[in-house]
């Protein structure tokens, strides 16, 4: 066997053999798994990372650039994407996906990262021949030096429609959000242009890791001891990990007796268990419990008043997920594998309910930088009947005088206002009661009843909360 190229190489093009990055190859195969195989970058960058540390080759500073990496060029594929269109000669269509891939991490190096920009774009030309062969890194090489000659202010400049002439598209190009989703998210907002901008910009910023001491078997004050921990803002069983944290580091959490939870997602089970009740508070019901992060909170607040909770949950791997979280809960529980649109259990038999539906997840697009590429407009029609099956559950669930909490994590109206409005208008006998002095000390709730809470004016995800009265 001969040691020579198969194809004689021109004179004067010595062959080099591709230098590989182990940092930018490991985000490459995260891209092209987010792209290829629909995964979630929160699930598949914790392995790679997890087997290349193994391996050896990798530190804790890859690790950070490896992720910045990752989530960055997904959060910005929009603004991005409009400036590799005015660097190519053809329709982006027209560019093969893991060319774009690459081309988006050479963009986000070069405009979203102190990295020099003859750094990032050697490493991206590279990474091309690495992952996609010589001819198409020369391309890169070219597309990457024209996006070179700007910084990320001169391009945006240059690439979005000015605001006055058509604001939602400026938007979406200058803070790399779908259109449809900057109109919607400002239509459940309302108010002028800097009060849009500011959410738009809170959802590209990297959210903190916040902790919940569950009641009666952590504390605040435990979780404060951790290195850079600080209080929550609204929730007293919130400690925020300002610079990043490992959980999985925090033994309350390795033992169960603490957890990862947004306080948002803290805000909404505290509220559901102080709503007011007229009669007895000892059975409550978590209706789409899973994966277990409002019902481990509930069971907790539950076994302090001696409550009993059911946590229900129809997929059956879910309601693993939701045993798990509960194991060790101190009062009594159950966990569940059932449908809420078709109850297991006898109508009126609770006395206080959440529906934590699904839904498109517009309202944590921090911590899913792909969603909002992913979803469409035609998924809140598909959302919309099942969330207004299981508030209908959930009202035949709770007996009179008790109450219910219906919770989802958008802000989107159809999910929102319009499910609950279109409900309460069939079901005779369930009044709104106002939800805002259950989150006490939150500012800027909104007019109520109901509760809409935002990631720049409370640093939580935008979770949605109306609380519903059984009257009759
Ligand atoms: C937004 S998640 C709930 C999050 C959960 N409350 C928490 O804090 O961890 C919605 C859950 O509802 C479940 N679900 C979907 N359809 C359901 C149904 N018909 N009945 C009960 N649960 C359902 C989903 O599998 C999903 O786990």
Redesign the pocket.
Same mark, same amino acid.
């Given at each position: 066997m001969s040691d020579q190229p198969r194809r004689p190489r021109k004179p004067g093009t010595p062959y080099r053999r591709p230098r590989k990055d182990p940092v930018r190859l490991l985000a490459f195969e995260a891209l092209r798994a987010v792209d290829e195989r629909d995964a979630y970058a929160n699930l598949v960058l914790p392995p790679l990372l997890r087997k290349a540390r193994e391996g050896g080759d990798f530190d804790a500073r890859d690790a950070a650039l490896a992720t910045e990496l990752v989530y960055g060029t997904l959060r910005r594929q929009g603004t991005y994407d409009a400036i590799i269109a005015e660097c190519v000669d053809r329709p982006l269509r027209e560019v093969d996906p893991p060319v774009l891939d690459v081309l988006g991490l050479g963009v986000h190096q070069l405009l979203g990262t102190r990295i020099p920009s003859h750094a990032a774009v050697s490493a991206s030309v590279e990474l091309a021949r690495v992952v996609l062969g010589d001819g198409r890194a020369k391309f890169v090489n070219a597309v990457l030096r024209k996006v070179a000659r700007d910084d990320l202010d001169g391009w945006v400049e240059k690439v979005a429609p000015p605001y006055d002439e058509d604001p939602e598209d400026h938007l979406a190009v200058v803070h790399s959000h779908p259109r449809w989703v900057v109109s919607a998210l400002w239509d459940s907002l309302g108010g002028g242009r800097s009060g849009i901008e500011d959410l738009l910009a809170a959802d590209n910023e990297r959210p903190e890791v916040t902790l919940v001491a569950r009641p009666g078997r952590s504390t605040a004050a435990e979780l404060l001891a951790e290195d850079a921990a600080v209080a929550g803002r609204w929730s007293p069983y919130a400690v925020r990990l300002t610079e990043g944290g490992e959980p999985g580091a925090v033994e309350a959490v390795r033992e169960g007796r603490a957890g990862v &939870?947004d306080e948002g997602?803290q805000l909404v089970?505290l509220a559901v268990a102080n709503a007011p009740l007229d009669g007895p508070d000892r059975r409550w019901l978590?209706?789409? =419990?899973?994966?277990?992060? $409002? =019902?481990a909170l509930l069971g907790a607040l539950a076994a302090e008043r001696g409550a009993f909770l059911l946590a229900?949950? $129809? &997929?059956p791997h879910?309601a693993g997920l939701v045993a798990k979280?509960l194991a060790g809960n101190p009062g009594p529980y159950q966990v569940i594998a059932?449908?809420?649109?078709r109850p297991a259990w006898r109508p009126g038999s609770f006395d206080r309910v959440?529906v934590?539906?699904?839904?498109t997840g517009l309202g944590a697009l921090r911590r899913r930088p792909e969603a909002r590429w992913r979803r469409r407009p035609a998924d809140l029609d598909g959302f919309a009947p099942?969330q207004r099956?299981?508030l209908r559950?959930a009202l035949d669930a709770v007996r009179v005088g008790g109450i219910v909490g219906y =919770?989802?994590?958008s802000p989107h109206l159809a999910e929102t206002r319009a499910v609950v409005a279109d409900v309460l208008k069939h079901v005779p006998g369930a009044e709104l009661i106002d939800a805002r002095p259950l989150l006490p000390g939150v500012p800027e709730l909104g007019e109520g009843p109901d509760v809409q809470l935002w990631p720049h004016l409370h640093g939580t995800d935008a979770m949605y909360l109306a609380i519903v009265r059984r009257t009759g």
């Open positions: &939870q997602s089970a978590d209706g789409c =419990a899973g994966p277990g992060g $409002k =019902a229900s949950e $129809k &997929q879910r979280a059932a449908d809420g649109t959440l934590d539906v699904p839904c099942l099956g299981l559950g =919770a989802t994590c």
